[in-house]
């Protein structure tokens, strides 16, 4: 295990593959990464919808996926816990009635 105890990820399958639409499940702001962004600024916001273009990972820990969140024009590196599949969102709602 990791020195903080969190799984590593990258043990497993990836959750998304390439392709895959997906919902973000939390708001993110430019962290000084994103050209032409503001530091701070809001990228992409809680319920938008987006597509894994490519998957990498993080300190050889964790799986990075690329998101391309069409209409907000931006790419943006997400965690799995930050996001939703499709078909798990569906799963979901159908779920609570």
């Not at 964790?62 to 569906?90: N, W």
């Amino acid at each position: 295990m990791s020195t903080d105890d969190r799984e590593i990820e990258v043990y497993r399958p990836p959750v998304y593959m390439p392709g895959d639409k997906v919902v973000s499940r939390k708001n993110v702001k430019n962290d000084g990464t994103m050209f032409g962004k503001e530091i701070g600024e809001t990228v992409v916001k809680k319920g938008d919808v987006g597509y894994v273009r490519d998957i990498g990972t993080f300190l050889q820990q964790f799986y990075i996926y690329a998101v391309d969140f069409i209409e907000r024009g931006s790419i943006v590196g997400m965690r799995e816990r930050e996001l939703t599949g499709v078909s798990e969102q569906v799963t979901e709602t159908e779920g609570s009635k």
